[in-house]
Structures are given as structure tokens and as C-alpha cells.
Antibody, heavy 114, light 107 residues
Framework: QLQLQESGPGLVKPSETLSLTCTVSGGSVSSSGHFWGWIRQPPGKGLEWIGSFSYDGSTYYKPSLKGRITISVDRSKNQFSLNLNSVTAADAAVYYC??????WGRGTLVTVST | EIVLTQSPATLSLSPGERATLSCRAS??????LTWYQQKPGQAPRLLIYDASNRVTGTPTRFSGSGSGTDFTLTISSLEPEDFAVYYCQQRSTWPLVFGPGTTVDMK
């Protein structure tokens, strides 16, 4: 059974970089035909897709985040990561990683505060 | 960017009743519409993909229909565990977009 687990700091200061890692078990991030992504959900609000990458290495980002967001893959560790720089309070959310879209991590809460 | 609108925002029903949830796209997305269920404190759960295909484990009381711009998720007879928030999502074009959600709560 495929499992995903988000990890990273739960508190980030404004203007700094949010960095999260998704560790995949029970399957491979390199498996053909699959897309993997990050979704966030501000407290009490709806779901927001922020970015994905495909098995062939293509990346796709939410347009309003372009320039701040990078998704990268470490195939040797079976992990993928999210970097979001210059964060503000608007970036505070539960961040989920997922394999489009049947398998999700449990989510990790990121707070932006001094 | 495609915009998804969900209606109603909240649906107040009793167990055993039929729930009809709507999702409308700002332009045609063919049949590339996905439905999710989310309960408090949990990750979303994929229910239906490509408008009408239930994933393994989705009860048959859930059905999806539609194409183009108008889609419907129907729960034929609400069970207590069905009270949750439901989101639609389009995968026709990048960027992917979620609708704002419909809350199905108990009357």
C-alpha cells in the first residue's frame, strides 16, 4: 500500500523559506505514468493545488506562486520536496503531499510567525 | 485559469435523504472532473474521477455525472458517515483547480 508522509518545520518566519519533504513508501516516485503534487489548506478554508511533477520530470506550478515555489525530487531517497520562499501569513496552511490523487499524506501544519 | 463553482455552499439534510451537489466549470473540461470527500482533521479522500468513475472503496450510493461545464455528485441515501465537505477538482488543463466545496451537514 502506497504511503506518503510530510515532514518539515511547523513554524516559519515571515520572509523566510518554507521547506517540506514528502517521503514515499510502498511505491516509487519514479514509477511511470504517475504525477505527484502538493496541496495546501489554510485553516478553515478550502483546498488549493500549489504544484505537481510528473514521472518524466516535468513540473507544474500554481501561476500566482511562480517565482517563489520549487518542487524537486530525490529519487535515491524516494522523496520529493517543496520549497516556498518569501513566505507571508497567507502561506500558513496544512500542506499535503499526494500521488494524483488517490494517495495522500496526513498533512502537516505550517504556521508563519515571528 | 479555469474557475470551478460549487453549489450549494451548504446542504442540510437528514440521514436517508438524497444529496445533490453541483460543480460548474468556467469553460469546458470535457469529463476531467474529480470529486473528493473531506472530514475534519483528515486528508481529502478521492471518491470519483473523470466525472463518473468510482474508485475502489467508494460506496455505490455515490454517483457522478456530467460533462463539459456542468457536473453533479449524487448521494442516493445519506449515511451518518457521509456528512462532510465535498470538493470538485478539474484536471483538464494546468493549473489544476479545486472548487470551494459544499458542506453536507445534518439537519
Amino acid at each position: 500500500q502506497l504511503q506518503l508522509q510530510e515532514s518539515g518545520p511547523g513554524l516559519v518566519k515571515p520572509s523566510e523559506t518554507l521547506s517540506l519533504t514528502c517521503t514515499v513508501s510502498g511505491g516509487s516516485v519514479s514509477s511511470s505514468g504517475h504525477f505527484w503534487g502538493w496541496i495546501r489548506q489554510p485553516p478553515g478554508k478550502g483546498l488549493e493545488w500549489i504544484g505537481s511533477f510528473s514521472y518524466d520530470g516535468s513540473t507544474y506550478y500554481k501561476p500566482s506562486l511562480k517565482g517563489r515555489i520549487t518542487i524537486s525530487v530525490d529519487r535515491s531517497k524516494n522523496q520529493f520536496s517543496l520549497n516556498l520562499n518569501s513566505v507571508t501569513a497567507a502561506d500558513a496552511a496544512v500542506y499535503y503531499c499526494a500521488r494524483h490523487w488517490e494517495y495522500w499524506g496526513r498533512g502537516t501544519l505550517v504556521t508563519v510567525s515571528t | 485559469e479555469i474557475v470551478l463553482t460549487q453549489s450549494p455552499a451548504t446542504l442540510s439534510l437528514s440521514p436517508g435523504e438524497r444529496a445533490t451537489l453541483s460543480c460548474r466549470a468556467s469553460q469546458s473540461i470535457s469529463g476531467y472532473l474529480t470529486w473528493y470527500q473531506q472530514k475534519p482533521g483528515q486528508a481529502p479522500r478521492l471518491l470519483i474521477y473523470d466525472a463518473s468513475n468510482r474508485v475502489t472503496g467508494t460506496p455505490t450510493r455515490f454517483s457522478g455525472s456530467g460533462s463539459g461545464t456542468d457536473f453533479t455528485l449524487t448521494i442516493s441515501s445519506l449515511e451518518p458517515e457521509d456528512f462532510a465537505v465535498y470538493y470538485c477538482q478539474q484536471r483538464s488543463t494546468w493549473p489544476l483547480v479545486f472548487g470551494p466545496g459544499t458542506t453536507v451537514d445534518m439537519k
